[in-house]
C-alpha cells in the first residue's frame, strides 16, 4: 500500500515563467484501455507510430478548463501529422461533460475513466496532468498544472518527436 | 498564464453540479460525491513563504476514493508530496521573497459510502496482518508509546479477554467511560496519551480520546490506528454533534480509529464521537445511559457514518521542504505555513487566513 506513492514525489510544476515540458524520468507507461464518448474503446497501443498528448481533466477543475482551448489549437496546428489527443475525465457523468464540452467545443477524443483507475495507475493526483507518449509507446514528457500547450516552444518540442 | 485570474473566477464559478447546502445527504447506502475546496492566504509575507495542504486519503477502499486534486493561485512552485512511511499526500507550496501576497486554492473530490462491519460473523478468507504490518500498527509513534503506564494501563482493561475483538471492545468501552471531551483543549488534542495517563487528566479532544485507543489497543498486541480527516456534511443519523451545519468547515478536522482482527479486516471505531455526543449533543450535556448516547455508543464500534473525508493516518511528521525550526507533527490534519522562516499556528485558520469549503455534488 505505501509503495504506490512512490512515484508522487516527481511531480514539480513552475507556476508562472519556465513553462516547460518536464523530461519523464517516472518508469513504464501504464496501460490506458478505455471508451470515448460514443462507447468505443480506445487502447493506447493502437496508437504506435503517433504521438499521444494524454490529458487528465475534469469540469470541476479550473485550469483544465482553462488550458482546453490551447490543447486544441495545438491538435489544429499538427493537422495531417501523426499527432493525436486523448482526453481522460475523471468520473463524471456523460451528461455533464456533454453539457460542458457543447459550450466548448474541441476537436479530439474524450475517454472516460469511470472508476478512476487509469487515472490512479497514471499517478494523476492533481489536475491536469498531462503525458506526451512517443510514437513507440513510451512516456517522453509530462506536465502538472495548467500550460499553454499552444506556445511555440511547447510545439516545438512536441513536434520533434514525430516520426519524419 | 496568471493563475490569478483563476482566484477571480473560481469564486464565482461554482464546480459543476454542486448541489444547495443540506440537500443532498439522506440516502447513506450509497457513494456520495464531495468537493472540498482550501484556500489559504499567507498574511504579511517575509521572505519565501510555503504551505501545506493534506489532500485525500490516497488508497481507494470499500468506503472512501479520492477522484482528483487541483490547485489555482500564484505559488512558484507547486509539489504533491508523500510522508513515505504511511503515504500521506501533502500539497506544498512555495512562493518565492516578494510574492506580496501569497494564495493558494487547491480542491479535492472524492467520494464516500458509510462504514460497518458486522462483528457477529467471522468472514473466511480475512486473515492476519502480514508479520510487518502486524509490526507497523503496533509500534509507538513518539506521542504514543505502548510501554510503561500505557502497557499496564491496557493489560488491566483487556484482563480476560480472549480475542482481538474483545480486547478492542473493552478498551473502546474503557474510552468511552473513563475520558471526556475537553472543551478548553486546543483543536483536536495532540494526543499525548502517556502524559493524560499519568496526570489521571483524561480531557481531551479526539486527537487524544481516539489516540488513547489507539495506544492502549497497540499495548495489547491489537493492531490500531488513527485516521485523521475532516467532517463534510451534516449528519443524517440525527446527531448535530457529529456532522457540520455549514459549508466553511475550517475547524472540522476530526480524527476516528480502526483496530484489526482476523476475520474481520480493518474496523471502524470512534469512542470519541461518543464524548461528543455526550458533551454536545442538544440539550448537551447528556448522561452517559442516555439513549442517544447509548445509540451512538452501539454504533461506533464497528460504524463510521462517512460525512466525513480521510486525509491520512501518518503520525510524527516532518513537512517537507520546511525550513522553520519546528517540532515534528503529531498528525496532518490541518493547513500548515511558515513564512520568514517561521511556523505558523495551523490552528488558527485568521493567523495565516485559510478558509475549508465543503459542497455535495450531484451524482
Known sequence: ?164 | MDRRAFLKVSAAAASAGSLPWGSVFANTAEWRTYDVTTKVTILKPRGASRAWVPLPLVDDTDWHRAIGNSWSGNAAKVHVHSDGKYGAAILFAEWREGEETPLLEVTSRFMTKDRAVDLSKPRAGIGRLSPADYTFYTAPTELIPTDGIVRETAQEIVRGARTDVDKARAIYEWVVDNTFRDPKTRGCGWGDIKSMLETKNLGGKCGDLNAMFVGLSRSAGVPARDVYGLRVAPSVHGYRSLGVGAPVISKAQHCRAEFYAQGFGWVPVDPADVRKVVLEEPPGNLAVKDPKVEAARKRLFGGWEMNWLAYNMAHDIVLPGATAKAPKLPYLMYINGETGGERLDQLEPDSFRYEIRTSGVKA
Open chain 1, 1 to 164: 500500500m505505501r509503495s504506490i506513492l512512490l512515484a508522487l514525489a516527481a511531480a514539480w510544476m513552475t507556476a508562472a515563467g519556465a513553462q516547460e515540458l518536464k523530461p519523464w524520468t517516472g518508469g513504464g507507461t501504464p496501460a490506458l484501455v478505455l471508451e470515448d464518448l460514443d462507447g468505443r474503446s480506445h487502447r493506447l497501443e493502437s496508437y504506435r507510430g503517433k504521438v499521444v498528448l494524454i490529458n487528465f481533466w475534469a469540469t470541476w477543475c479550473e485550469p483544465c478548463r482553462e488550458e482546453m482551448p490551447s490543447i486544441d489549437r495545438l491538435l489544429r496546428s499538427m493537422d495531417g501529422r501523426p499527432f493525436a489527443v486523448l482526453a481522460v475525465n475523471l468520473a463524471e457523468p456523460l451528461s455533464r461533460i456533454r453539457t460542458y464540452l457543447d459550450k466548448t467545443p474541441v476537436g479530439f477524443t474524450v475517454l472516460l475513466d469511470r472508476d478512476t483507475s487509469v487515472a490512479k495507475a497514471w499517478k494523476a493526483r492533481i489536475l491536469p496532468v498531462t503525458y506526451v507518449v512517443g510514437p513507440d509507446g513510451k512516456i517522453r514528457y509530462s506536465y502538472v498544472g495548467e500550460l499553454d500547450w499552444s506556445q511555440e516552444k511547447v510545439r516545438r518540442t512536441i513536434a520533434a518527436l514525430l516520426p519524419p
